[in-house]
């Protein structure tokens, strides 16, 4: 990976927030890239390398992942989750700025659309969760008991870090001992497990159908023909309730594009950023890309 222009972390609502910022001497435009649930901005090793061609990039950890803190004493709802990535985003004072989530990080990218509008010019949703309901009360009460993080813990380990990469990825070839390493890196920490804990408690549930319709920014969807976590009828569904919004297919794709395509999706990015018009054009072309 290169080594980004400045990486640091800032408090925000009594908790660390770890990111790195990659500022482009040419450009007025910012990228804020958005990760998935147990994942970091590692996933988008290699989509950043390309995003700097064009762009100046702000890349994220959210709390409690990658390295980010923990803190009893913080929300881990999606809507205090999106409000720190406001809040981090004006402590470095960027103005004009497109959000680009992946998973869990698409319906970041929505809670920021739907809660704080006229923030984000556009946003540009991977694979993006959508739909899912919160936890059930009797797993929420469970929360509270105190090992219930060692039982998260325990079942994370179960289901295995091979396993849970073939799950992401369409083609298997593509993990190797960095993909590895950088997706376990963040759970060799044990405070995490806590954090997962206030996640699993503090969720709220995806945005419904009801509250994306009100969503006017413009949204660029980009999806795996293949996604098994994440499956394509979810994009379907998105691109129907969000009023201004398109959908992208990629053949052959599973739910980690970004790391698995990351030209295509920078070609389609540069265009949505840079000129919206260009958006039927993109559909034309996605089956020749």
């Known amino acids: 990976m290169s080594n980004p222009e400045f990486a640091g972390s800032k408090t925000i609502h009594g908790i660390e927030v770890y990111y790195e910022y990659d500022r482009h001497p040419n450009s007025t435009e910012t990228v804020v890239l958005i990760h998935g649930f147990l994942s970091s901005l590692f996933s988008f090793r290699h989509l950043k390398p390309v995003l700097k061609e064009r762009f100046s990039i ?10 980010s803190g923990h803190s009893r ?7 205090n989750l999106s409000l720190t990535v406001i809040k981090l985003i004006e402590a470095l004072n960027i103005q004009n700025f497109t959000l680009v989530g992946h998973s869990m990080g698409g319906q970041i990218a929505l809670n920021i659309l739907y809660h704080f509008p006229n923030t984000a010019k556009k946003a540009v949703l991977l694979c993006s969760s959508g739909y899912s309901k919160r936890s059930k009360q009797s797993l929420i009460l469970a929360s509270y008991l105190p090992f219930f993080p060692v039982f998260i813990k325990l079942y994370l380990a179960r289901s295995g870090l091979e396993k849970n990469l073939r799950n992401v990825v369409y083609d298997s070839t593509l993990i190797d001992d960095e993909m590895r390493k950088g997706y376990l890196a963040p ?3 044990p405070s995490i497990f806590k954090g997962l804990t206030g996640l699993l408690r503090h969720r709220e549930g995806d945005l419904s159908s009801e509250a994306l319709q009100q969503v006017r920014t413009p949204c660029l969807l980009i999806w ?3 996604d098994r ?17 398109k959908l992208i297919v990629l053949e052959e794709t599973g739910h980690l594009v970004p790391e698995e395509r990351p030209e295509e999706i920078y ?15 993109i559909e034309q072309k996605q089956n020749t890309v």
Do not use: C, Q, W
């Not at 890349?59 to 409690?64: A, C, E, K, N, V």
């Not at 976590?229 to 309730?241: F, M, T, Y």
């Not at 070609?267 to 054009?281: G, M, P, S, W």
């Open 58 to 67: 702000l890349s994220i950890d959210l709390p409690p992942f990658g390295k």
């Open 73 to 79: 004493s913080f929300t881990y709802s999606f809507k």
């Open 187 to 189: 759970f060799m920490n």
């Open 224 to 226: 795996g023909e293949h």
């Open 229 to 245: 976590v994440v499956p394509l009828r979810v994009g379907e569904k998105l691109a129907k309730d969000l009023p201004n919004s």
């Open 267 to 281: 070609h389609y990015i540069k265009r949505f950023v840079l000129d919206e018009a260009n958006l039927t054009e």
